[in-house]
C-alpha cells in the first residue's frame, strides 16, 4: 500500500511539474495598455553604447477617422481579416488568446509568393481599438501611421520582384472575427496576417511621443529590433537602411537603431532568449519571421510635430521605408 501510495505521488509531482514548465515558456498575452512608443526609456542601443535614452512614452493615439486615400484601395489582408492594433510594440495586460497562438519559432525561410517574389507585410500601426484623442498635439497617430502605411505600398508596388501587403488600410482593427482575444488581440492579429500570407518580413510603422505634451526634447527616428539573435543581424541592416532613407527625405533626427526591452514574464525563445517586451516584435518572431518597428518621429516635439502636420512628409517617409525595404533586398523599379 505504501508504494502504491509513492508511485501515485511521483506521478502527480511529475505533472505538476510538466504544467508549471510549460506555463513559463508560454508567452503572456499583454502587458500595460501604453503604445509602441512607450517603452522607449528602457530600450538599449544596438547602433552605440553613446544612442541617447529613449524617454518611456506615456503619450496615447489620437483619434479621428482617416478616409481611404486611394480609389484603388492597395491589397490589404483587412479586407479578409480586420486589422490589429498595432501597438505590438505597445503593451498590454495578459488575457486569453485563442487557440493559434503561435509555440515555437519556425525554420521556413522559404517565404516568396506564387510568382517567387518577396512578401513585405506593412502593419500602420494602431486602430480604432486603441485610439485616444490628444486636441493639444492636433494629431492622431493611428492616421497618421495608415497614411505613411499607404504612401510606403504605393511606392514598394512600384518594384519589380515584391508583393506588399497592408494590415489595415481604414481606422479598423483587423480583429473583426474575434479569432483573437485579450487585450492584444489586435496586435497578435496583425501578426497572424504576416503568417497567413509567408512574409518575408513584417514592418511596423509608428510615430512617436513621450509626454503627450507639446515640449517633449526626444526627437527623430528610431527603429526598435528584437533580442532574438537569429534575426538580430537582418533586422539591425534593415532598421539602418530605413534610418538612413527616411533622414535623407525628411529633416528628422535619429535615435538609431534600439534592442527591444525584454520581459521574461513572457517567457522564452525556442532559444532559450528571453522575449521581447513588445508583442509585434515577439509574435512575429514566434511565427518564424524576423520584424521591425519603425518610429519615424515625436509627436509631442514641437519640430517633429510641424513635421507630421504637412502630408507630403507623411508621404516621402512612406516612400523613404519603400525604398530601404527595395535597397535591403537588391530590388529595381519595374520598366514601363
Given amino acids: 500500500m505504501k508504494c502504491f501510495s509513492k508511485m501515485i505521488m511521483s506521478a502527480l509531482l511529475t505533472v505538476c511539474i510538466t504544467v508549471t514548465a510549460a506555463g513559463c515558456s508560454q508567452s503572456s498575452e499583454a502587458d500595460t495598455s501604453s503604445s509602441v512608443s512607450d517603452a522607449n526609456s528602457d530600450a538599449s542601443a544596438v547602433q552605440s553604447s553613446t544612442s541617447p535614452s529613449v524617454p518611456e512614452n506615456t503619450a496615447g493615439n489620437t ?18 481579416e480586420p486589422e490589429s492594433k498595432a ?18 519559432v519556425k525554420t521556413d525561410t522559404n517565404h516568396t509568393d506564387n510568382n517567387g517574389n518577396i512578401v513585405v507585410v506593412l502593419d ?30 504605393d511606392r514598394l508596388s512600384e518594384y519589380e520582384g515584391i508583393t506588399p501587403y497592408l494590415t489595415r488600410y481604414d481606422e479598423v482593427c483587423p480583429n473583426t472575427d474575434g479569432m483573437f ?29 513621450t509626454t503627450g505634451e507639446l515640449g517633449a526634447e526626444a526627437n527623430g527616428i528610431c527603429v526598435f529590433i528584437s ?32 534592442l527591444s526591452e ?8 525556442d532559444d532559450g532568449t528571453v522575449k521581447d517586451k513588445y508583442y509585434l516584435l515577439s509574435y512575429n518572431i514566434d511565427y518564424g519571421r ?20 504637412d502630408d507630403e512628409n507623411l508621404r516621402l517617409m512612406g516612400r523613404a521605408d519603400a525604398d530601404a525595404i527595395a535597397e535591403y533586398y537588391g530590388l529595381k523599379l519595374k520598366t514601363h
Avoid at 503593451?91 to 485563442?98: L, P, T, V
Avoid at 532574438?228 to 537603431?257: C, F, Q, R, W
Avoid at 517633429?304 to 502636420?309: W, Y
Fill in 181 to 209: 482575444t485579450g487585450q492584444s488581440e489586435c496586435i497578435h492579429r496583425r501578426a497572424y496576417i504576416a503568417e497567413e500570407k509567408n512574409a518575408d518580413f513584417f514592418v511596423s510603422l509608428h510615430c512617436n511621443a
Fill in 63 to 80: 483619434e479621428s477617422e482617416p478616409e481611404s486615400t486611394a480609389e484603388n484601395k492597395p491589397e490589404s489582408v483587412s479586407e479578409i
Fill in 290 to 309: 524576423p520584424s521591425v518597428i519603425v518610429e519615424h518621429a515625436f509627436m509631442d516635439n514641437i519640430n517633429d510635430n510641424t513635421i507630421l502636420k
Fill in 124 to 153: 500602420p500601426g494602431h486602430d480604432d481599438k486603441d485610439d485616444r484623442p490628444n486636441e493639444e498635439l492636433g494629431v492622431n497617430e493611428q492616421e497618421l501611421n495608415l497614411k505613411i502605411g499607404l504612401a510606403c505600398y
Fill in 262 to 269: 525584454m520581459d521574461e514574464s513572457k517567457g522564452y525563445y
Fill in 227 to 258: 533580442n532574438y539573435p537569429k534575426y538580430k543581424d537582418e533586422s539591425e541592416k534593415l532598421g539602418n537602411m530605413i534610418i538612413d532613407h527616411v533622414t535623407n527625405a525628411v529633416k528628422l533626427g535619429s535615435m538609431g537603431v534600439i
Fill in 87 to 104: 501597438e505590438d510594440v505597445e503593451n498590454q495586460s495578459s488575457e486569453s488568446i485563442s487557440q493559434s497562438e503561435p509555440s515555437a
